[in-house]
């Protein structure tokens, strides 16, 4: 569909389309997802692995390259949602991995390997001490357990709409909708389903870049306060900075309250910077959760924090526990992540690569009369189709889902895997992309500011609805 109006043509019939033609392409991939429904929920292994029209599935990857069930080739910028910074079957990581299996895969006992990881993520974040995870979710359970058992206190804040996992402590505050979020001076702390109220009620709500609002949660339940967690990168509302001296303040503000600082860096960290949103805005929290891209591609998480913090841990108060925790073959693919992969020099051409996908996708909607905005910041970067930068959750709520559905399905049938549903469409580059890579996206995304356009006035209407309070 080119640029010229068509009144009777409308967004859904845009989606309609794509979806057909997606449908069309995937036939083997049609097949193995109603076979799994018969065992598995859904057809899947996960719920976040569903999308419209169907689920993707996937037969094997190689560098920035994935091939579905079909054997059909894709720009992956899904990248496992943000895990795979070091490519698909990277050399370093294979290699690693194979030359440990065949030494025994478990143990529950450490190996030499722990000892270089912690030794490379104490340098990277400056924090000294490090235990290990299987997941974000296990590291950020851990983080409110610690903060709890060191400070004998109950209530934790959190940002509104941040994910920190699903375990009963974080799953409070997710929404899709702005009249499920209550006043803005005191959200509803709603828990996720088969949470009891109980949980929801031990913390407390607080937007992104809000130091005002901060404050005055701290002067009203003074003493009450176990702890603060964060993303210091807000990554599940596209990605949102922090604002200047935002992260100072929470610092300050913390310090001034006796109040322990966790940093959720299982989206940023080893992804944004070469010691994550810790070293790149330079504040360091009392704790930091990683995960994700820390295992190249192999189920790993970490906590790190200070002496103090940690001492908890060593002297029993709390006790860090988890069979596969620090599992040979994890950490020798942690290693292999850290010390030939993942270099401080990688991140620089990541980030130049990002720019030139961002600047390039601005350009093809402006041309075509939509407005955007979009961040990048190393191998992690966005478009985002509206008007205004968005600085906190309530305000990303405002943000038309359909136009970036169009533009999953759109990016897929031109041969771009992104991750589904992420109304921003974030991406996440590896170590293997190329220029090509990202001027695949760079033309599909043009592809959808001319079907956009085709809709006249109605157009405008997608690209700045909502307001922001």
Known sequence: MGRQSHDDVSLDDLV???????????????ELWERAQRSMPGGVCTSWSSSRPVPVWVSHGRGAHVW???????????????????????????????????????????????IYVAEALAARFGLPQWRFTNSGTEATMDAFHLMRAISGRKLVIKIEGTYHGHHDSAMVSIFRHQDLLGPVDDPFRVPGPGVAQEMADMLRIVPFNDLTALERVLDRHRGQIAGLILEPMMMNAGIIPPQPGYLRGVRELTRAHGVLLAFDEVKTGLVVDWGGATRLFGVTPDIVCLAKALGGGVPCGAIGGTDEVMGAIRDGRYDQIGTFNGNPLTMAAARATLEQVLTADVYGRAEALGRRMLTGSQAALSAAGQPSYGEVFGFKGSVVFHDRPATNYREFLGISTGVSHLHFLVQHNGGVFLPPWGKSESWTLSVAHSDDDGDRYIGNVARVAEMVAGLGDRSSELFTAGSYS
């Open 16 to 30: 309609r389309g794509e979806e057909l033609l997606f449908l069309q392409r995937m036939p083997k991939t049609i």
């Open 68 to 114: 579905d069930a079909d054997g059909t080739e894709y720009v992956d910028v899904h990248g496992g949602y943000g895990v795979n910074v070091v490519g698909h079957a990277n050399p370093a990581v294979v290699r690693a991995v194979q030359d440990r299996v065949t030494q025994g895969t478990h143990f529950a006992q450490p190996t030499e390997d722990a």
